[in-house]
């Protein structure tokens, strides 16, 4: 008996379906392969780029011109609008090189060099590489150089750089404070104040309040990202940079306290309820005995004498806690928090005399 017309048509496409679904997934194996080597050699792998895919192709470089004023406190009307606008570049995928060009530079300092490599830091995060040359003015290629900015970049072999410098950068993107790092680099400040190393417990302190809140509140979507800078000044003093990109003061303080925030909001602006926060009007919404401590125990290092000069830029908000006219609502915010402090002989006597 033959076979039926109808069951030999059904076999037929039977079979040929097999093949169609055997040859799709050989190719889908084959491009999977080539992604995989593609992402090994640092590069991105797009299927069929003649046609509209076109579109996702990274761009290889953009340039961008650094303010030749590049002093954080000094110029913060430019060097802030630049710092978020280059950390913006992250929400854009086709960005895949940025070229920062530093050769113009007349004026730089520790605070503006220590925000740019955390933005760098984070802009790594998203596969984005940053790079550039250093300034050509002799004394802002000396404050670049022996920042330790460089320590955390690449040359164009690809080889990192080695500086040996009196200054530190301690970097960090992991869940915990780095005690053991944060405390050598404030020893090693201490040596060049004092002649020789020793631990300062209000630096330290302040340091790792610091960290401490950045590794539990400023991170919610990826990697820590917070870094420390210690530079050590012509003036015998020692200018301590702190800053993370994360959600910032402010808008931690909105999110977890704002019942308490909404009684006292009367007449006051953003800078009044950052400062607040450091005077401890803000109530714990967890409840918890070490909670909002941080603020309020920097703050009492600074009203002690045992450090100086506190500033505080977060969002959309700068602090200046010496001179408090000075505190100003920002044009552009800033993703973020940056802590500066400076410790000299006078805070370190103070110290040694109370305790």
């Not at 011109?65 to 710092?83: A, C, D, G």
């Not at 460089?150 to 780095?178: C, R």
């Not at 308490?260 to 309820?273: A, G, Q, R, S, T």
Request: charged residues 25%; proline residues 3%; glycine residues 4%.
């Amino acid at each position: 008996m033959g076979i039926k017309k109808g069951t030999y048509k059904f076999k037929k496409f039977l079979k040929n379906r097999a093949k169609s679904f055997a040859k799709r997934k050989s190719h889908f194996n084959d491009r999977k392969c080539m992604r995989l080597i593609s992402k090994a050699k640092g590069l991105s792998y797009i299927h069929r780029p003649g046609r509209a895919y076109k579109k996702c192709i990274r761009k290889k470089e953009y340039k961008i011109s650094i303010p030749q004023n590049f002093q954080l406190f000094e110029n913060r009307s430019e060097v802030i609008p630049f710092l978020s606008d280059l950390l913006e570049y992250r929400l854009n995928h086709r960005v895949k090189t940025i070229n920062l060009e530093l050769q113009d530079i007349k004026f730089i300092d520790s605070g503006a060099i220590c925000m740019l490599l955390c933005v760098v830091n984070h802009l790594a995060l998203y596969q984005i590489r940053v790079q550039g040359d250093v300034p050509l003015d002799e004394k802002c290629k000396k404050v670049f150089i022996e920042s330790g900015f460089l320590n955390y970049m690449k040359n164009e072999d690809g080889l990192p750089y080695q500086i040996n410098s009196p200054n530190l950068i301690v970097k960090a993107g992991k869940n915990t404070t780095g005690n053991k790092n944060i405390s050598m680099a404030i020893k090693k400040s201490m040596e060049f104040l004092l002649s020789t190393p020793r631990r300062y417990q209000p630096a330290y302190t302040v340091a790792m309040e610091i960290c401490s809140n950045s590794v539990e509140h400023a991170y919610t979507s990826h990697a820590k990202n917070w870094l420390l800078s210690v530079h050590q000044n012509d003036n015998n003093t020692v200018t301590f940079t702190m800053t993370d990109t994360g959600q910032g003061i402010l808008k931690t303080l909105k999110k977890k306290f704002k019942r308490e925030i909404e009684k006292v909001i009367l007449n006051k602006n953003d800078c009044d309820i950052v400062f607040s926060a450091f005077q401890r009007k803000y109530g714990s919404s967890t409840e918890e005995i070490n909670r909002n401590r941080g603020l309020p125990c920097i703050l009492d290092k600074f009203n002690n004498g045992y450090i100086s000069k506190l500033k505080v830029i977060t969002n959309n908000v700068y602090l200046d806690f010496e001179n408090q006219t000075n505190n100003k609502i920002l044009n552009k915010p800033f993703p973020g928090v940056l802590f500066s402090w400076v410790v000299n002989i006078d805070c370190i006597n103070k110290f040694d005399n109370l305790n």
